[in-house]
Structures are given as C-alpha cells and as structure tokens.
C-alpha cells in the first residue's frame, strides 16, 4: 500500500474536477456506495473468533449502527441527489465502463466463495487503509463546488470511521485470521493487492478521459 503509485484522482477532485466531472464520478462510485458493504458481510458466516468479531464490528458502522439513515448506503443516496443523479441502484449501470464493474465484482467474487473469504477480507483491509485522505480529499472537492453537508457527509463518514476500521481491519481481522489460518496468509494479501491494482487500473482511465477533455462514462448520466 505504502508503494502504491496510482493516478491522483482523490487530488484531481478537490483541487481541478468540474461540477459535471464529480457527478460523473459519483456515478461510477455508485456501482459499489449503494450497496455498501454488503460483498464484504458475506464473509462473516465463514470466520470464526477474533476476526469475525471484527468484521462485524467493522460492519456495523458501515450499516449505521442500527440507525437506517446512517447506513452509508444511504448518505451515498443523499451525495447523489445533492448532485442531481439518480439513486435508484444500477440506474447508472450500462454508463460505466468494464473497469469500473471489475471492481465491484471482485468483491462479489471474493464474498460468494469461502475458498476465497482470506482474499475478502484482505480486499476490505485495503480499502480501509486507503480510504481516509482521500475521502478527505472529496468532500473539501465537492464543498468547493457547491456541496452542502448533507452532500459531503457521505465521505465525511468515512475520514472518521476509516481511520478506526483500518486499525481493526489490519490487526483485529486480517492479522488474527492470518494466525488461524497461516496457510491463507498469502490469500489476505491477494485481495489487497486486487482492490489496489483494479482501484488503479479505473483511475488511471477516469484520468485519461479527463485529461484529454472528454467523458470517462459510456453515455449521458442519467439525471434524479
């Protein structure tokens, strides 16, 4: 993680990206936000002690505690509103290019198999510790483009709880599992290295698009 050299998008977005460019963003996003975390919560019925204690305490958070409207499904439903885009899920679908599906299908991949539940948790540990700043980044992006807090809660959330979860995904998940399991080791590491290569395969294009003055999205984006 600390070696990982991906486009700057998180910077592009608080410092440069247009009105038009962040919804299109938040559109490519929403594949994944509107239904966070569920991928991630089908791991749970396949760990055992201490790492299954934190997944679920992990989890929690991302469901609201029990409160609906904090789950963060829903603060991405009220940043896509304040935006003028449709929240309805998979809305958005057939506008986003392959790379942005891979993403979201990995987690899927990872979560469906229990073959695979070291490759899911080490996928949810990388986003974890890679979330913060740049969801930092974000909403002081979003702010500067007009966004009101209910906008930017969203990934207001996230500078907070991320920077808990990556201590508990790190130690408390990953790093209890790898002592149960040592022979899965080298799966937890795998899903890391799959979000961060296909977090920066996506960036790479959205930047591309950008840069060269056209759309990162296949078609017009589909308004609230």
């Known amino acids: 993680m600390a070696a990982d050299d991906g486009p700057p998008l998180s910077t592009f977005l608080q410092r440069e990206a247009s009105l038009e460019q962040f919804r299109e963003f938040a559109v490519h996003r929403s594949i994944y936000h509107l239904k966070e975390a569920d991928p991630h919560t089908w791991a749970i019925p396949r760990l055992r002690g201490r790492a299954k204690a934190a997944l679920v305490e992990i989890q929690s958070d991302e469901y609201g505690g029990g409160r609906p409207e904090r789950m963060h499904s829903e603060l991405f439903r009220a940043t896509m509103r304040g935006l003028g885009l449709d929240d309805s899920y998979g809305a958005h679908l057939g506008r986003v290019p392959a790379a942005t599906l891979a993403i979201s299908n990995a987690m899927s991949l990872f979560g469906l198999h229990r073959r695979l539940r070291g490759a899911s948790i080490g996928h949810l540990a990388a986003f974890e510790m890679t979330s913060s700043l740049p969801n930092r980044r974000y909403a002081a992006g979003l702010r500067r483009l007009g966004g009101d807090a209910t906008a930017t809660r969203f990934y207001d959330e996230h500078v907070q709880a991320d920077a808990v979860h990556e201590q508990i995904a790190a130690h408390d998940l990953c ?35 950008w840069l060269r003055g056209t759309t990162s999205l296949l078609g017009e984006v589909v308004a609230a």
Not at 189 to 200: I, V, W
């Open 175 to 209: 790093g209890a599992f790898a002592r149960d399991h040592p022979s899965l080791a080298g799966d937890v590491l795998y899903g890391a290295a799959c979000a961060l290569t296909l977090e920066r395969l996506w960036a790479a294009q959205v930047m591309s698009r």
